[in-house]
């Protein structure tokens, strides 16, 4: 079997063809057709060998299909939420270059001036004479997924079949899905969780319940669709966990949660611990959803009440490296570099600084240098401390603050600006704008809406300060620490 996504797909639809695929608690799918929904759609494609494809869509039955059609066909998906600004999502379909954009027509106007191929939820689709030839490469590009860049525009990770099929090996090997478990698709797609919950799923034989927007903006909500559709795995960020914890009562078919994304405290699951097995994970999207994994316990969580990252996942290597780029002894403090088959193909387009991250070693291995500090204890187990550099983790999403600022200082109405990241009492992170306005009559709430226009709302600064001036350093950089101190 090739080390591709649909190649994996393809050996459960042969082995559970009656088996359940998706459920949205309405329609149930098994995999026999989830597969001719695959073909259906790529039916509909150009005739021409697939590029990128965009993916523009509300999370349905048909989305996956769609996803999972692009890559059938040879190609690689490019994901964006819906809810993200025009102008974010133009961009990511611009650098891309995407061949068209698989969307619905309510969203038309998102994805203006680009080939589209519309698709409503519930159409019904054209049955293919025959089933399509699987075009799908290892080496080739899965999907691209945009997160954010330090040079102040997004920047997209480019991801391999081989990548993905990689993870799914790790995951399998650690937490055994397979025929009868439901894994709950809660995450955006923008985010690799989605990977996670997506293709560890379906690739193993196992279901994927997927809920209304709806249920998802309500936890109570949420847990109820849960349990009407068998879930039996949660992965998410962890205030989803958090959340969870407060519940008086969960679905009786979990068996299994998974915290990713953002720093897991021991406060968070302190109802949850002694119920369920808890892992916190970690790993950036550039080495393919999860790096290290670390089942949690009531006893061994850190004195400052987080928990270890734990050992690499299987066909992963973490070394702790100093400035220089040289092996630290355990219990010293460096940087956290990952090594191993979900090392991906790094950014998409002239990203030359940004791709410094990824470094090919003399001994030929490729190391993807994270920017995270950690440090490596006797008994092999990894820590993570804090970044090196502005970038922070919201609600679950990482940000960078030089991104945030320079959609700020592009603003006509602000003559200077600078975007610090904070942390508040509870260790959440959020930004803080300081800014210089060009004109005594000045309005904060269009400045707002201006930067509504290109950053989705969780990269929003949450406060915003006005200031006469910037205070500078000898060598005429802003002076972040009188700024705080402001």
């Given at each position: 079997?090739?080390?591709?996504?649909?190649?994996?797909?393809?050996?459960?639809?042969?082995?559970?063809?009656?088996?359940?695929?998706?459920?949205?608690?309405?329609?149930n799918i098994t995999f026999a057709q989830l597969d001719q929904m695959i073909d259906a759609v790529a039916s509909m494609f150009p005739p021409e060998p697939l590029g990128r494809v965009g993916v523009v869509m509300d999370h349905t039955p048909l989305m996956i299909a769609a996803i999972f059609a692009?890559?059938?066909?040879?190609?690689?998906?490019?994901?964006?939420?819906?809810?993200?600004?025009?102008?974010?999502?133009?961009?990511?379909?611009?650098?891309?270059?995407?061949?068209?954009?698989?969307?619905?027509?309510k969203y038309a106007r998102l994805t203006a001036g680009f080939a589209q191929l519309m698709l409503a939820p519930h159409q019904k689709l054209p049955k293919p004479a025959e089933a399509r030839p699987d075009l799908s490469v290892p080496d080739r590009l899965a999907y691209v997924l945009y997160t954010s860049g330090s040079t102040g525009l997004p920047?997209?990770?480019?991801?391999?079949?081989?990548?993905?099929?990689?993870?799914?090996?790790?995951?399998?090997?650690?937490?055994?899905?397979?025929?009868?478990d439901v894994m709950l698709q809660n995450s955006v797609c923008s985010f690799d969780i989605f990977v996670e919950e997506v293709f560890t799923t379906l690739l193993s034989g196992a279901a994927l319940a997927i809920p209304s927007e709806a249920e998802k903006k309500d936890i109570r909500a949420l847990m109820d669709f849960a349990e009407r559709t068998g879930v039996t795995i949660v992965s998410g960020f962890p205030y989803l966990l958090l959340e969870m914890d407060k519940l008086p009562a969960l679905p009786q078919s979990l068996r299994l949660l998974i915290s990713g994304g953002d720093v897991l405290r021991k406060h968070y699951v302190e109802h949850l611990i002694d119920r369920y097995p808890i892992y916190n994970t970690y790993g950036p999207s550039e080495t393919t959803v999860c790096a290290s994994y670390f089942r949690c316990t009531p006893d061994n969580s850190?004195?400052?009440?987080?928990?270890?990252?734990?050992?690499?996942?299987?066909g992963t290597q973490i070394e702790i490296r100093d400035e220089q780029m040289r092996k630290v002894p355990d219990g010293t403090e460096g940087e956290i570099c990952i090594f191993g088959?979900?090392?991906?193909?790094?950014?998409?387009?002239?990203?030359?600084?940004?791709?410094?991250?990824?470094?090919?070693?003399?001994?030929?291995?490729?190391?993807?240098?994270?920017?995270?500090?950690?440090?490596?204890?006797?008994?092999g187990e990894f820590l993570f401390f804090y970044r090196k550099d502005s970038q922070v983790m919201i609600l679950g999403r990482r940000v960078e603050a030089s991104e945030v600022e320079n959609v700020l200082c592009n603003c006509p109405e602000v003559e200077a600006g600078v975007v610090?990241?904070?942390?508040?009492?509870?260790?959440?992170?959020?930004l803080t704008a300081y800014y210089v306005p060009r004109k005594s009559r000045f309005s904060l709430s269009a400045l707002k809406r201006k930067m509504a226009q290109f950053l989705p709302t969780y990269m929003i600064p949450e406060s915003f300060v006005r200031l006469a001036e910037i205070p500078l350093t000898p060598n005429g950089k802003p002076n972040i620490n009188a700024i705080r101190c402001l």
């Open positions: 079997m090739k080390d591709t996504i649909y190649a994996y797909l393809q050996r459960q639809v042969q082995e559970h063809p009656d088996a359940l695929a998706i459920t949205d608690g309405k329609q692009v890559l059938k066909s040879g190609g690689a998906y490019v994901p964006v939420e819906p809810s993200f600004p025009k102008k974010r999502i133009q961009f990511v379909m611009a650098e891309c270059g995407v061949d068209f954009v698989i969307t619905q027509r920047k997209g990770v480019m991801v391999t079949n081989a990548n993905v099929c990689h993870y799914v090996r790790a995951f399998d090997k650690e937490f055994h899905p397979g025929p009868g850190l004195p400052d009440g987080t928990y270890p990252i734990g050992l690499p996942v299987d088959e979900g090392v991906s193909n790094g950014y998409l387009g002239d990203r030359k600084e940004e791709n410094k991250a990824f470094v090919l070693l003399p001994d030929g291995r490729r190391m993807y240098r994270s920017g995270d500090m950690g440090m490596r204890r006797e008994d610090v990241p904070n942390t508040d009492d509870a260790g959440l992170s959020h």
